[in-house]
């Protein structure tokens, strides 16, 4: 079984900083729809859950390959949270990345 990189070229990390500068819009709402949910008590929250919710409920102009919002991308998008909001590091489960 070959590698992400093996197969495309560049790390999962390389792509998903290309798709977050083409697409600040994802992380706006990332961000719009975790902070609504701990304002609402929400203590733990799905990455892929919010990245669902935005890819079902807007449409999206989007640039990059053709799953719009990659699912590789979305442990990316917790940890870009985190990082940026420390004091919320609990609200996402984190593993240990692979790649």
Not at 19 to 31: A, E, G, I, M, R
Not at 67 to 89: A, C, G, L, M, V
């Amino acid at each position: 079984m070959s590698t992400y990189f093996e197969y495309t070229g560049n790390t999962i990390q390389e792509r998903f900083e290309e798709f977050d500068n083409k697409n600040p819009l994802v992380w706006n709402l990332f961000k719009q729809q975790v902070q609504k949910a701990i304002s609402r008590g929400k203590k733990k929250l799905s990455a892929k859950t919010i990245l669902g919710f935005i890819r079902w409920n807007l449409t999206l102009a989007t640039t990059g390959d053709e799953f719009k919002i990659n699912d590789i991308f979305t442990s990316r998008y917790s940890r870009k949270y985190i990082n940026q909001f420390p004091e919320h590091k609990e609200v996402f489960e984190l593993r240990n990345l692979r790649s």
